[in-house]
């Protein structure tokens, strides 16, 4: 929420006027209040936290590492040293205001709520009662929300059909016999343009409950090559449980996907997860997918497909705010007749990328994955067990041109490596895309 910096700026310079000063003077207490002052937390933060072993106790010591903490990204930190102060004082203000704002931070809504109500109910300064109503209309149960955008993309694909790039190969099956390919089957390179859309709602049911939903569209349009064009609409909803650091989500999902404007492969199925944020700049996450696919013209390759994994990301303190995460997958996707179970395989995979804020309208993107494809039957007519590597590679750069325009070129990259060689085949795709979102 934009206004928690600035509320919080407030809140602090009209609360802690009244912080008392021990009549001794004491230099690091000094240089910790001139540091946050000086809106350099992070300063303050390292230079109070090695003395915790020894000062931890001291009222003015642990206020001042309490809101250091805060404003330098570690609210449970800063709950922890709050806490001391308040079980000496209770009628601390000035304390039990900042672990308010720990609380509101940690998402632990209720709580935020109860600390703030205790602290509105003092003598307060008009702008400080205003800020705290600030803070309680933020935790009020989120009311409806909903977020839509719309982007056009223009590009070159080096393969449009993720086919391989040889005319002929040989066929075990036929004694080695060389067999020439249909030209669809060979890679084709275009120039391309792309649209898509999208609409997003949120409802707040309480402070914990929310309904969730999403639809969107992506068409991809080659100018070169006919009979490649693709289309792609998503549709979900479900819910969203979230409780101090915990969030769960269960969703159902539904897409289609055609190709020549032709129906290839619809999906149903759904996502649960959960997510849990062991700070503000750390969270982990598990989740587990199902799909039943179905293809209207090749139903053999109709299948079930499950998907489990594990995911962690990270926000440093550093220059250019640096995220980066990581996440690793497996599963199966069993065809439904068992008379093709060269169509069936197991996937495992590795992803990881991040990003650095250049600037307050750049961001700097990358990701990168592996997955490993392993097949369950012996493939009829090259008489082995498919096997794929993939590895894939993004980067790109998102640059915010005006409120909410963002024009982002990037550059992808995939190489599919199968010991069946109809299946191998790379592929780089460089685009400029401009969004507007709503």
């Given at each position: 929420?934009?206004?928690?910096?600035?509320?919080?700026?407030?809140?602090?310079?009209?609360?802690?006027?009244?912080?008392?000063?021990?009549?001794?003077?004491?230099?690091?207490?000094?240089q910790?209040?001139?540091?946050?002052?000086?809106?350099?937390?992070?300063?303050?933060?390292?230079?109070?936290?090695?003395?915790?072993?020894?000062?931890?106790?001291?009222?003015e010591?642990d206020?001042?590492?309490?809101?250091?903490?805060?404003?330098?990204?570690?609210?449970?930190?800063?709950?922890?040293?709050?806490?001391?102060?308040?079980?000496?004082?209770?009628?601390?203000?000035?304390?039990?205001?900042?672990?308010?704002?720990?609380?509101?931070?940690?998402?632990?809504?209720?709580?935020?709520?109860?600390?703030?109500?205790?602290?509105?109910?003092?003598?307060?300064?008009?702008?400080?009662?205003?800020?705290?109503?600030?803070?309680?209309?933020?935790?009020?149960?989120?009311?409806t929300?909903?977020?839509?955008?719309i982007?056009?993309?223009?590009?070159?694909?080096?393969?449009?059909?993720?086919?391989t790039?040889?005319?002929?190969?040989?066929?075990?099956?036929?004694?080695?016999?060389?067999?020439?390919?249909?030209?669809?089957?060979?890679?084709?390179?275009?120039?391309?343009?792309?649209l898509?859309?999208?609409?997003?709602?949120?409802?707040?049911?309480?402070?914990?409950?929310?309904?969730?939903?999403?639809?969107?569209?992506?068409?991809?349009?080659?100018?070169?090559?006919?009979?490649?064009?693709?289309?792609?609409?998503?549709?979900?909803?479900?819910?969203?449980?979230?409780?101090?650091n915990?969030?769960?989500?269960?969703?159902?999902?539904?897409?289609?996907?055609?190709?020549?404007?032709?129906?290839?492969?619809?999906?149903?199925?759904?996502?649960?997860?959960?997510?849990?944020?062991?700070?503000?700049?750390?969270?982990?996450?598990?989740?587990?997918?199902?799909?039943?696919?179905?293809?209207?013209?090749?139903?053999?390759?109709d299948?079930?497909?499950?998907?489990?994994?594990?995911?962690?990301?990270?926000?440093?303190?550093?220059?250019?705010?640096?995220?980066?995460?990581?996440?690793?997958?497996?599963?199966?996707?069993k065809?439904?007749?068992?008379?093709?179970?060269?169509?069936?395989?197991?996937?495992?995979?590795?992803?990881?990328?991040?990003?650095?804020?250049?600037?307050?309208?750049?961001?700097?993107?990358?990701?990168?994955?592996?997955?490993?494809?392993?097949?369950?039957?012996?493939?009829?007519?090259?008489?082995?067990?498919?096997?794929?590597?993939?590895?894939?590679?993004?980067?790109?750069?998102?640059?915010?041109?005006?409120?909410?325009?963002?024009?982002?070129?990037?550059?992808?990259y995939?190489?599919?490596?199968?010991?069946?060689?109809?299946?191998?085949?790379?592929?780089?795709?460089?685009?400029v895309?401009?969004?507007?979102?709503?």
């Amino acid at each position: 929420m934009r206004f928690v910096l600035r509320a919080r700026r407030a809140l602090v310079g009209l609360l802690w006027l009244g912080v008392a000063t021990s009549a001794v003077a004491d230099q690091v207490i000094d240089q910790a209040r001139k540091l946050l002052e000086q809106r350099n937390p992070k300063a303050a933060y390292a230079l109070l936290l090695p003395l915790q072993s020894q000062r931890a106790g001291e009222i003015e010591y642990d206020y001042f590492l309490g809101v250091a903490a805060l404003d330098a990204g570690d609210p449970q930190q800063a709950v922890f040293a709050l806490e001391r102060v308040l079980a000496v004082n209770p009628n601390f203000l000035q304390a039990r205001a900042e672990i308010a704002r720990a609380y509101f931070v940690l998402g632990e809504r209720q709580t935020a709520r109860r600390e703030f109500e205790s602290v509105r109910t003092q003598s307060l300064p008009p702008e400080a009662r205003e800020t705290i109503d600030r803070y309680l209309s933020a935790l009020e149960p989120q009311r409806t929300e909903v977020r839509a955008y719309i982007e056009l993309t223009g590009g070159w694909d080096s393969n449009v059909n993720s086919a391989t790039g040889k005319s002929a190969i040989a066929i075990p099956a036929f004694g080695g016999t060389i067999a020439t390919l249909n030209p669809l089957g060979v890679r084709e390179s275009s120039w391309f343009g792309g649209l898509g859309t999208g609409v997003s709602l949120s409802h707040g049911l309480s402070d914990q409950w929310y309904l969730i939903g999403a639809a969107s569209y992506a068409g991809k349009y080659n100018f070169d090559v006919d009979g490649f064009d693709t289309g792609q609409v998503d549709a979900s909803a479900g819910v969203r449980w979230a409780s101090g650091n915990n969030q769960v989500l269960a969703i159902g999902q539904f897409q289609r996907f055609w190709a020549d404007y032709e129906t290839y492969r619809n999906s149903a199925g759904g996502t649960v997860q959960w997510l849990y944020n062991f700070s503000p700049s750390q969270q982990f996450t598990v989740f587990g997918q199902y799909a039943r696919l179905t293809y209207p013209d090749q139903s053999p390759r109709d299948a079930n497909r499950y998907i489990g994994g594990v995911g962690y990301s990270q926000a440093l303190a550093l220059p250019y705010s640096p995220v980066f995460f990581i996440s690793a997958y497996g599963g199966q996707e069993k065809v439904l007749d068992g008379s093709f179970p060269w169509l069936s395989f197991t996937p495992v995979g590795l992803r990881l990328g991040g990003q650095l804020s250049l600037s307050d309208r750049a961001l700097l993107f990358a990701s990168a994955s592996y997955e490993h494809r392993s097949y369950d039957g012996v493939e009829p007519l090259f008489l082995v067990k498919r096997r794929d590597d993939q590895t894939d590679a993004r980067l790109g750069l998102a640059y915010l041109v005006a409120p909410s325009w963002t024009l982002t070129p990037q550059v992808a990259y995939t190489n599919n490596y199968s010991n069946i060689e109809l299946n191998s085949y790379n592929r780089t795709i460089g685009s400029v895309s401009v969004r507007r979102d709503f």
